[in-house]
């Protein structure tokens, strides 16, 4: 059953529902979500993130790999919330099993503009395709009306592991 209106995710709810820790908890906020179908990660680039640190020095550019694994946060986070209650919400209960997006597949890919400190990035994402828990999501990357990337991502869902 689909929502009312699209679900939006907090930083916080974010860092509940992917599997990752400081400091690949990347995305600030998801947006515009239809679960299972659609959403809008946003990422608000800072020259105080570290892998400034290195890349690169005296021309700050954000990674195009982490733009990529930022697309997969955006899209397990559309296919997380299409999971039943007890699964896919950040409020799952204690020990609860709870099925994850795991970054399973990246195609054509390509980068067209830098992305750099001060960028407000949007990742929009729209599932193109089902393969039994395998679910493949178009990506267009923007800041502004300005395409800066795009590609094809596919995520597998699976039940997190225990630790």
């Known amino acids: 059953m689909m929502p009312a209106s699209p679900l939006s995710y907090s930083a916080d709810q974010i860092h509940r529902m992917l599997p990752h820790g ?12 239809v679960p299972g179908v ?12 570290p892998v400034f ?4 020095p005296g021309r700050a550019i954000y990674p ?20 039943t209650p007890d699964e896919g919400s950040p409020e799952a209960s204690e ?13 054509r890919f390509s980068f067209h503009h830098v992305i750099a400190p001060g960028d407000v990035v949007r990742f929009r ?9 395998m679910f493949e ?20 869902m699976q039940a997190e592991a225990p630790i």
Do not use: M, W
């Not at 640190?53 to 690169?56: E, R």
């Open 64 to 83: 195009g790999v982490l733009l990529i694994e930022i697309s997969g946060h955006t899209c397990g986070i559309v296919q997380q919330a299409d999971q």
């Open 53 to 56: 640190n290195g890349h690169f």
């Open 38 to 49: 659609s959403g809008t990660g946003i990422k608000n680039i800072t020259i105080s993130d």
């Open 95 to 107: 020990g609860a099993p709870r099925r994850i997006g795991v970054l399973a597949g990246v195609r």
């Open 125 to 133: 994402v729209r599932r193109r395709a089902v393969l039994a828990e």
């Open 137 to 156: 999501y178009a990506v267009r990357v923007e800041v502004g009306s300005r395409l800066a990337a795009e590609g094809t991502v596919a995520i597998a």
């Open 22 to 33: 400081y400091p690949f908890v990347l995305l600030d906020g998801v947006e515009d979500v």
